[in-house]
Each structure stands twice: as C-alpha cells, then as structure tokens.
C-alpha cells in the first residue's frame, strides 16, 4: 500500500487595507492639485491681472481686475522654473524676490490664435524693470497699448502719432495733462473734480494740474470757479524735465509730444549702424537680443573687438503706450519691447474697485465690460 501524500492549500493572507486619509493630508492634498491646475491655466490659457496706477485712464481704471488671454499670441514657456507658484516677482507683501535663477531655460513660444495689432492693450514684462537683472518672465508687469508696430516709423507732433508719415486716432477717452486756473485764486475741493470722474489732480502754481479727456476739459471751462483749461503740450527744446524722452542725448531734442520719427526694429530686417542712430538702437542689440559677443566702449558697439557697422535684428519690437499720455511711463521714455517680453492681451474686466469712493467702492458697470 502506497502513502500518497496530500498537500494543504497554501493560506491566503488577508487583504491589506490603505489607511484612511487624515483630514489635514486630504486638504494638503486638494490644496496641491488646485495649485497645479491653476498654475497651468494661468501659464497657457489666462491670467489675471490688476491695474495698480492710472497710465491707461480712461480705458482702465486704477482697481480694475482683468483676465488677459495668453492665447492670442501664444504663452511662453516658463525660463525660470524655480518659483513659488501664483506669486510675481516678489513674495506677497514683501521685496523678497519669489524665485530663484540658479536655473534659467531657453524661453519659446506656443503658437497663437492672432498676432499683436495696433491698439491691443498688451500685457508684458518691462523692458528697463530696475532689477535689471531679472530673468525676463519674472520683470515687473506692464500695461499699455500698442501703437507701433515691427517695421514702422513712429513720430509725434504736438501730441498727434503719425505711422509712416499718416496721421492716425487716438483711441476713444485718451488723457493729457491741463493746467487749470480758477478765478481769483479759488481754493476747488476734491468734489468738483470727482463729479467729473477726474481723480489726478494736484497743486501747481496758482491753480491745478490735471489728467482728463478733451471732452471733460471742455466740461471743467464752463465751470463757475474756472478762468482758463489749457492743454500741455511739451515743446521741442523743451526745459521742463517732464517732457525729456527716449533716448536722453544732445543729438535728439524729443519730447513725450513731439517725438520722432523713430524706426521700430523688424526681425531679420539690417540697419547701417552711425554715430547718430546708436544710441537709439544700442540698448536693444546689448540687451534685448541675448549677443554675448557684442560689447560697447566709448560710445561705439563692437563684435569680438571690431566696430560695429550694421545689425541685423533677431526679433519683433513695439512701440506701446500709455492711453493717460502725461501720466505713463512707456516707449516714448524706455524705447522698445522685445516680442519675447510680451505676456498676453487684456480681455475684459472681471472685477472694478474704486478707491477713492466714499461709499459703495464697486463699480458695478464696468463688471465684465469688454476692455476695448
């Protein structure tokens, strides 16, 4: 008789259970993913932005809140990827920069739906940011309005643009300067100028400097207490400081209103290089154009120690501008923005704020209005 042995099924061991979540990992975790999805939707679709001084009154307000689209010219790809996420150039509150450069990618750029057009209201990364050097995705933020583009010539007279020579218009509710005189040396209180929605105002002289429309000027000489609203135009030759502008030397007697005729550099387009248009063109091909082998000494440009006669330029430049034209710092100051500086366009306002009201500080018909 044979023993036949007969073997036992192996035990099954019984089914190991995850431990459940703690409620402070579940709200790490929830926290995490929200970071990462709006991280990637403010990189590639849209972004929102606040407007912080009043450069573009009328058309944006200080307090307005927008969503500017990174669609229409294509978002970048991020050169500096150690950064807190959803914070700019500084940690909130604070001058602490939010990044750190010890890494820097090469930046590209997505396809787009449109290419920037003359009037867009362009957000971007200023050119001459005073952290100079910054990386370019983390320079201060910038809103103007595009009135140049690659290949134009641009020039201002007594506040009127000409492209190529042609006069164009101002876009509607643009801003200069007046000089408000009022009878008899009256004292004006704030209200009468709020009632016309007229915020900059301040002391000059024997009576006020302020940023309007020709239409609300036209309004304020009818006024009661006024003797005269006279426009500032700043002359060439000008002495008053405030009207200096690009590009500060002897050779070029330029104000913010009479300015030009400046060429707006066009990629792969050359120019002869000269004593006189250097110093128009030399910030863009040291800075803006990333030559490592291009150096500048006593006034001349040279490549790898010889003179630099002629450029050929690498990429689009445009001249933008302030719609509160005595009261913005912009191209007619700083010169050109590289197209890699370039963020997006600014879609419509989500959010308005007033700061000056003294009751209800929403502006309820600005919400969700077109920024045109």
Known sequence: ???????????????????????????IDAIVFAVVVATIFRWLLVEPFTIPTPSMEESLLVGDYLFVSKLHYGARTPMTPLQIPLAANKIW?????SFVDWIRLPQYRLPGISKVERYDAVVFNCPVDPSIDYPVDMKTHYIKRCIGLPGETIEIKDQKIYINGKPIDDPKG?????????????????????????????????????????????????????????????????????????????????TIDNFGPLHIPQAGETIELNARNISLYKQVILHYEH????????????????????????????????????????????????EDHIIGKALFIWLSINPHAEGSKIRWKRIFSKVE
């Open 1 to 27: 008789m044979s023993n036949t042995s007969i073997s036992k099924p192996a035990d099954k061991s019984p089914t190991t259970k995850k431990p459940k979540k703690s409620i402070l990992r579940e709200w």
């Open 93 to 97: 509150g604070t001058d602490i920069p």
């Open 291 to 338: 030559n490592k082998d291009i150096t500048e000494s006593n006034g001349q440009l040279l490549q790898n120690g010889k003179p630099l006669t002629s450029y050929t330029f690498k990429q689009n430049y445009y001249f933008m501008m302030g719609d509160n034209r005595h009261n913005s710092s912009d191209s007619r100051a700083w010169g050109f923005v590289p």
């Open 174 to 254: 643009v801003q200069q300067s007046y000089l408000v005189e009022t009878k008899q040396n009256q004292v004006v209180r704030q209200r009468a100028f709020t009632e016309l929605e007229i915020t900059n105002v301040e002391q000059f002289g024997n009576g006020y400097l302020i940023h309007t429309s020709e239409e609300k000027a036209a309004q304020l000489r009818k006024a009661e207490f006024v003797s005269s609203v006279t426009k500032e135009i700043f002359r060439r030759n000008s002495l008053d400081l405030r009207g200096r502008s690009f590009p500060y030397t002897p050779d070029f007697d330029w």
